[in-house]
Every structure is written in structure tokens, then in C-alpha cells.
Nanobody, 128 residues
Framework: QPQLVESGGGLVQPGGSLRLSCAASGFTLDYYVIAWFRQAPGKERDFVAAISVSGSNTHYADSVKGRFTISRDNAKNMAYLQMNSLKPEDTAVYYC?????????????????????WGKGTLVTVSS
């Protein structure tokens, strides 16, 4: 049974950092683009970042560029989202998702409707 499980969320003060992890089981991430999305209360689920199969290409939402870094470790079947300089508006449930890859691009995987697998999310709260 393919599964994605996020971890690493929590409460952090503005300006702080968190590292989210995404663990895959039941399938290999080697053939999938990994993306992170987030959903704030009362809002739609928005794209945050994506990383290509090889890890060579990444794509970020403008709101997180320069602050967040997506990475992956195919040998461990894991992906990560390092979040720095966090702001209250980053508060949301963060989801990782896997999109079957046909190339080594990342920018083609920003549409939540094309994702094949989803995790259940981890809550990030940025507040003083």
C-alpha cells in the first residue's frame, strides 16, 4: 500500500526554522517528482516546492523562494523541506505529494490535481 508520511511540524516563533520530512513506503520515490503543498485554514491547498527525480531541478512558489529548500534522498526513500525565516503567514498544514515523472523537471509538478499520492499532512504554526 503506497503511503507518504510527513513529520517535523510544530510551533515555532517568527524568524525560526523547521525541517519537515516525508517518508515513503510501499513504493519507490525514484520515479516520482516530490512536491510540498500547504493549506491554511479556510484556504485552498497551495503549491510550495517541488524537486525532480534526480534532485537536480527544483521549483518554488514565489512566497517561499530564498527561505525554503526542498531536498530528497532516494536511497532512504525520503524527502525534506527546510524552512527558514518563518513568518506567521506560513502557518498551515503541510502535505507532501508524489507525481509520477516523465522527465527530470520540477516546474511541471505544481498542480495539486496531478499528484498521484498524498500524505496526511503535518501542522506548522508560526506564532510568538
Amino acid at each position: 500500500q503506497p503511503q507518504l508520511v510527513e513529520s517535523g511540524g510544530g510551533l515555532v516563533q517568527p524568524g525560526g526554522s523547521l525541517r519537515l520530512s516525508c517518508a515513503a513506503s510501499g513504493f519507490t520515490l525514484d520515479y516520482y517528482v516530490i512536491a510540498w503543498f500547504r493549506q491554511a485554514p479556510g484556504k485552498e491547498r497551495d503549491f510550495v516546492a517541488a524537486i525532480s527525480v534526480s534532485g537536480s531541478n527544483t521549483h518554488y512558489a514565489d512566497s517561499v523562494k530564498g527561505r525554503f529548500t526542498i531536498s530528497r534522498d532516494n536511497a532512504k526513500n525520503m524527502a525534506y523541506l527546510q524552512m527558514n525565516s518563518l513568518k506567521p503567514e506560513d502557518t498551515a498544514v503541510y502535505y507532501c505529494a508524489a507525481d509520477l515523472a516523465y522527465n527530470d523537471y520540477a516546474h511541471t509538478s505544481s498542480d495539486r490535481r496531478t499528484m498521484d499520492y498524498w500524505g496526511k499532512g503535518t501542522l506548522v504554526t508560526v506564532s510568538s
